[in-house]
């Protein structure tokens, strides 16, 4: 079964860093290209970045480019988002999906909450 | 960057009646469309691919159809646990996958 599962949510100061962890289990991590997906609070999807499985290609929503690095360890089956320089409007649960598109494997997610 | 507009933003439905949903790319993105349900508090869940294709385990309910710039999601006879926020994203120029803004199906 496959499972992604996030994990290093929590409240940050306007300006402060995050890491985001997805632990992937149940398929062969290598082989698969991942996506970071977020959700506002009460508000829809937005795709925030994509990471290839040999991790040779990455790319980024405009949104959140120089901003957040997307990045994945293949020996120990996780992905990671690094998001640093935090703004108000990046208070999101932050969901870990399986590539290629269209996705039908996704975390639970993570709620980060920028605020002061 | 292409624009997925979802229409109504809310649908009011009676169990048992049917719900269509709309969809509507800003260019093309020929059958590269999806459908996902979402309920709250949970992760998205894939419905339809390429259009009008059911994921692994949807029931034959949910339909999609469409191409090109004009998509339709239909739940033929709307069950208790159908009511919840559906999503469109296209996939066809991408990245970025850009997903409509939704539209929630609640109970009449």
């Known amino acids: 079964e496959v499972q992604l599962v996030e994990s290093g949510g929590g409240l940050v100061q306007p300006g402060g860093s995050l890491r985001l962890s997805c632990a992937a289990s149940g398929f062969t991590f290598s082989s698969y290209s991942m996506n970071w997906v977020r959700q506002a609070p009460g508000k829809g999807l937005e795709w925030v970045s994509y990471?290839?499985?040999?991790?040779?290609?990455?790319y980024y929503a405009d949104s959140v480019k120089g901003r957040f690095t997307i990045s994945r360890d293949n020996a120990k089956n996780s992905l990671y988002l690094q998001m640093n320089s935090l703004r108000d409007e990046d208070t999101a649960v932050y969901y870990c999906?399986?590539?290629?598109?269209?996705?039908?494997?996704w975390g639970q997610g993570t709620l980060v909450t920028v605020s002061s | 960057e292409i624009v997925m507009t979802q229409s109504p933003a809310t649908l009011s439905v009676s169990p048992g009646e049917r719900a269509t949903l709309s969809c509507r790319a800003s260019?093309?993105?020929?059958?590269?469309l999806a459908w996902y349900q979402q309920k709250p508090g949970q992760a998205p869940r894939l419905l339809i691919y390429?259009?009008?294709t059911r994921a692994t385990g949807i029931p034959a309910r949910f339909s999609g159809s469409g191409s090109g710039t004009e998509f339709t999601l239909t739940i033929s006879s709307l069950q208790s646990e159908d009511f919840a926020v559906y999503y469109c994203q296209q996939y066809n120029n991408w990245p970025p996958g850009t997903f409509g803004g939704g539209t929630k199906v609640e109970i009449k």
């Open positions: 999906a399986r590539g290629p598109e269209p996705t039908a494997y």
């Open positions: 390429g259009a009008s």
């Open positions: 990471i290839s499985s040999s991790s040779s290609t990455i």
């Open positions: 260019q093309s993105v020929s059958s590269n």
